[in-house]
């Protein structure tokens, strides 16, 4: 009978090639895991510094004088310098990373830096020693912003990292900069921030559905959650609303929890009326700090169950490549 030999080779050579891509992404997504629990307030470099360039960029090209077809030019322009710069900044480390020893340690980094877990159960911690009579509104934005954080910072990340590498993942986190400059108040998302908006609600179309199943899968494991509820609340609710793949996960939570939620507040803008609710069957108005606990728990479980399937593709690579 023919195998592979599974004894780990521990020759220098073999060490400074470093692991699978795959294997790397479940270290980070382990290590982000760890610092997690030193690093209470993540300071989110990545994001600070993309968003600071593409608010000076958008300033000096969404001037109050350009016609709307001028600014819907100079925003098909905008998203693609930042494909074009999520590629290249992408592809340089991917390169210098295999054309030097130990160069996956960089792309490590580079995972490290990107991916943003630590941030999703940052408000929930703050939620859930939230005393009842100031609870509601706060515990409620928390917990649409842990399920958002989730499916955007972990699963739609893991997602194009699977698909195109580093690459993927950086331009994917531009994209979704991008669509937080443009969505928040006094952003301009229909002029110079339509394509950009548009083209983040394409990449995140099968990635946030993806989230929001593993969320429902979640709720089965744990207490106190509904999975049958869940997957009501996101069929339900998700479709009709603009920007919906934001829907799905906040709908999944909603659900799984039993609670009526708004979120996110983008999803219609200020301008277009009331934010629907949504409201799973019997759910309730209220949302304590117990269900930011039950939140929290889900979105733990709802990781793991992402590493996992990070580490099943990363089994059926190395398998492959046997």
């Known amino acids: 009978m023919v195998g592979f030999d599974t004894t780990p080779d521990f020759a220098w050579l073999t060490i400074g090639a470093g692991p699978e891509p795959f294997f790397l992404l479940l270290a980070a997504l382990i290590i982000d895991a760890l610092l997690g629990l030193v690093l209470r307030k993540p300071r989110r470099l990545f994001d ?20 709307p077809a001028t600014l819907l030019i100079r925003g098909l322009i905008l998203s693609l310098a930042i494909l074009v710069a999520g590629a ?26 990107v991916v943003d877990r630590r941030a999703i159960f940052g408000a929930l911690g703050n939620s859930i020693a939230v005393p009842p009579p100031e609870a509601d509104g706060g515990v409620r934005q928390a917990v649409e912003s842990a399920a958002l954080r989730y499916s955007e910072g972990v699963v739609a990340l893991a997602f194009w990292f699977a698909l195109l590498g580093l690459p993927g993942l950086v331009i994917y986190r531009l ?13 301009d998302d229909r002029g110079l921030g339509f ?24 709720a089965a494991f744990t207490p106190g959650a509904a999975m049958g509820r869940a997957v009501a ?36 803008g200020p301008d277009r009326g009331v934010t629907p609710w949504i409201e799973p069957a019997g759910g309730r108005n209220q949302v304590t700090a117990a269900d930011a606990r039950r939140c929290f728990y889900l979105l733990v479980v709802a990781c793991v169950l992402n590493a996992l399937v990070v580490l099943l593709v990363a089994m059926v690579e190395l398998t492959g490549a046997v």
């Open 48 to 67: 600070r510094i993309a968003a600071r360039a593409i608010t000076e960029v958008v300033r000096r090209l969404g001037r109050a004088d350009r016609t």
């Open 233 to 268: 609340a996101m069929l339900g609710h998700s479709p009709g609303r603009r920007l919906r793949s934001a829907a799905w996960p906040v709908a999944a939570i909603a659900g799984a929890l039993g609670v009526a939620l708004t979120g996110p507040r983008h999803l219609d």
């Open 195 to 218: 394509v950009p908006l548009r083209l983040h609600e394409a990449v995140a179309w099968i990635p946030l559905r993806l989230a929001a199943l593993l969320l429902a899968l979640a």
């Open 88 to 113: 290249s900044i992408g592809g340089l480390v991917t390169w210098g990373a295999a054309a030097i020893p130990f160069g996956w340690a960089v792309s490590l980094a580079v995972l490290l830096v």
């Open 175 to 187: 994209l979704l900069v991008a669509a937080l400059v443009f969505d928040r108040p006094g952003g």
